[in-house]
């Protein structure tokens, strides 16, 4: 079984074959570090070309500004196999942004700006921030526009704020 990549795994680690790659050795609510220190800004992934099966990005574009995105997704095509998969999650910002709205001081404006070293810490606080937001539309869009032959955006009734989207390189 080839290797799967959790993309700035942050808390969310997985057991193997999954391969957690984060920025932060070890982030002090995690039982454990991830496997590879990776910088998600600037870094490429450490895998030859096509040796991926399925990468997983939990809300990983949202704590990198835009102009950061497409560098990170075309690494992603890279790594993969052909016919690999990337799963994302990101907010879902047009519903936080209505419920925020309606009660600006609702806990979750920390889905919209991030935790900002309210729950880590302040020294991990610039890990923290939220730098850009997606509707279903936009994060299919920015998945295609990113090479991914196909992308498509399912509902999750069990996490009311999360896009969960698909794409297929």
Sequence with gaps: MKPRLNIASGTDLRQPPWINLDIVPKWPCADRGCDVIWDGRKDPLPFPDASIEECFCGYTLLHLPPYRHQPLLSEIL?????????????????????????????????????????????????????????SRDSLV?????????????????????????????
């Design 141 to 169: 869009t920015t998945l295609v526009n990113a090479g991914f032959r196909s992308a498509a955006c399912f509902d999750r009734r069990d996490v009311w704020y999360d896009l969960w989207a698909e794409a297929i390189r």
């Design 78 to 134: 890279r790594v993969l196999e052909p016919g690999g998969r990337l799963e994302v999650r990101e907010v879902d910002m047009p519903v936080v942004m209505a419920k925020w709205i309606a009660d600006p001081f609702d806990k979750c404006a920390e889905l919209i700006w991030g935790e900002q070293g309210t729950v880590h810490g302040s020294e991990l606080a610039d890990y923290d921030k939220h730098c850009h937001g997606f």
